[in-house]
C-alpha cells in the first residue's frame, strides 16, 4: 500500500544515467486500475490510455515531480505464451516486437541456463566457473 501526499519546493526530474525512468506499481485487476485512473485524473493529473503489454495492462502518469509512474495489472500473466515450469528459459517477445527479434537477440547480453552453470554442463558452464 502506498499513500501518497503533495509536497512542494523541488526540481523537476531530468532524465539520464543514474536517475529513474519510471516506478511501476502492481494493481490486482482492471477495475481497481479504472478507479485509480479516476482518482489520478480527479486530481487534476493526465494519465494515457489503458494499454495492452501482452502479459498486463497499464496506465501512465507523471507525478508532480516528473517521474513516470505507472499501474500494472497481474492479468493475464507472464504464462500467456510459455507454462510456468519453462518461464525465463528462452526470450519470449510480445508479437509487436517479433520483428525486431534479431537485433534484440544481438544486442541482449548471455544469460546462463541453470544447465550451463551446472559442473560441465553447456559449452558456456566454464565462463561461470
Not at 67 to 73: H, R, S
Not at 104 to 119: D, N, Q
Request: aromatic fraction near 8%; glycine fraction near 10%.
Amino acid at each position: 500500500m502506498v499513500d501518497g501526499r503533495e509536497v512542494g519546493g523541488f526540481l523537476k526530474c531530468a532524465e539520464g544515467t543514474g536517475t529513474v525512468h519510471h516506478v511501476a506499481f502492481r494493481v490486482p485487476d482492471d477495475e481497481f486500475q479504472l478507479e485509480m485512473r479516476q482518482a489520478v485524473r480527479e486530481a487534476g493529473i493526465s494519465t494515457t490510455r489503458v494499454m495492452d503489454r501482452n502479459y498486463f495492462r497499464s496506465i501512465y502518469f507523471r507525478e508532480p515531480g516528473g517521474v513516470l509512474f505507472e499501474l500494472a495489472t497481474d492479468a493475464p500473466g507472464f504464462t500467456v505464451d510459455e507454462p510456468l515450469e519453462r518461464l525465463g528459459e528462452k526470450l519470449m517477445l510480445p508479437p509487436r516486437y517479433e520483428m525486431d527479434r534479431p537485433q534484440l537477440e544481438a544486442e541482449l547480453p548471455h544469460v546462463p541456463s541453470l544447465e550451463e552453470l551446472r559442473p560441465g554442463g553447456g559449452d558456456r558452464a566454464a565462463d561461470y566457473a
